[in-house]
């Protein structure tokens, strides 16, 4: 059930923890430098102006510009009540050159080589690395970053997998029971890394970027049920798809096929003869389901954090799912949001 939050934006309960995100939360992976240059004052601006507008939920990780991200998160929130801050585990930040392509990757990063380890001591090394990189006592939300066959590869995952199922989990599970965190999980681009830990532990949050978006609504038929079943939540991060639900032409972070161009193209072709942008559409199509207890964008400057205040402030019509829906272009059981 959501309520509202002092200020005005709705919260719900995550899963089955006690904690409550605001429904629109502030992603901090892209104004960290991925893929292209973000200025420090369009850094702190973007996470100043989400603060400002009223988000209560942040998320961030190290991997983010290499300790960059979690740097300006503290400086940011530190002082701060009320807010629900979440980061991630699965990498260490050693004292040297990161490799040249990750470099520029992340370009503008903090000079450390992020190298992956979910085992026991890993993991509470990051925890604890994350604590003093922020400034903080207090993390709610610690999530195992990036397992999966697409971010690794069928070898490697299967070895890195195992790490984070057994050590890794332990790790998680012991901070959560003495209570240093409030909730688990991981923080993944594929849902069936999702369904594999479900066998190896009790998990109260996935971060799901880019797998349930007004394009592609997938995990309804595996993923969605067996959280349900488990109490687990679900904080859905790259809402735009790594921009082709917002203007851009990337999807899954590199330039989108021509199959994904045209189903957005219909999408976008639905949204305007009613009048709505695309994106706003995408940023609050995943509040339909009661399992999402939070939207992350991801915004590179104070401009862009007002955009996506603005298009989360639009009111949809019925009309506009129920012609989705009717065009093949949205999952005909897929829940949507109810009219404001």
Request: charged share 20%.
């Amino acid at each position: 059930m959501a309520s509202a939050n002092h200020s005005g934006f709705k919260t719900r309960a995550l899963g089955n923890t006690a904690l409550q995100l605001s429904e629109l939360g502030l992603g901090c992976a892209a104004m960290a430098g991925n893929h292209r240059p973000v200025t420090e004052e369009d850094n702190r601006g973007a996470i100043e102006e989400g603060l400002q507008q009223g988000l209560t939920f942040v998320d961030t990780a190290p991997f983010y510009g290499f300790g960059r991200s979690e740097h300006y998160v503290g400086d940011a929130i530190r002082g701060r009540e009320g807010l629900v801050l979440s980061t991630k585990a699965g990498r260490l930040l050693k004292p040297e050159p990161a490799p040249a392509p990750v470099q520029a990757e992340w370009p503008g990063s903090f000079p450390f080589n992020p190298v992956y380890d979910y085992t026991y001591d890993g993991v509470m090394r990051s925890y604890e690395d994350s604590l003093q990189r922020i400034g903080t006592s207090k993390i709610d939300i610690l999530l195992l970053h990036d397992i999966g066959v697409m971010q690794h590869g069928e070898a490697l995952n299967k070895t890195l997998f195992a790490d984070a199922m057994s050590g890794g989990y332990k790790a998680l599970d012991e901070l959560r029971s003495a209570g240093e965190i409030s909730a688990i999980g991981l923080g993944v681009n594929e849902k069936e890394v999702c369904i594999e830990a479900m066998k190896h532990g009790h998990w109260d949050a996935f971060l799901l970027a880019g797998r349930y978006t007004l394009h592609e609504q997938s995990p309804m038929e595996d993923l969605f049920p067996e959280c349900e079943k488990a109490g687990t939540g679900i904080i859905l991060g790259g809402p735009f798809n790594s921009g082709i639900l917002a203007g851009g032409d990337t999807w899954n972070y590199a330039k989108a096929p021509s199959a994904v161009v045209e189903k957005v193209t219909s999408i976008r072709r639905v949204c305007d003869a009613h009048e709505i942008p695309i994106a706003a559409a995408a940023l609050q199509f995943p509040l339909g389901s009661a399992l999402v207890a939070s939207v992350i964008p991801g915004p590179r400057s104070r401009e862009e954090m007002k955009q996506i205040a603005e298009w989360f402030s639009i009111d949809i019509p019925p009309s506009l799912w129920s012609d989705l829906k009717s065009e093949g272009l949205l999952d005909a059981a897929a829940p949507v949001p109810q009219a404001r």
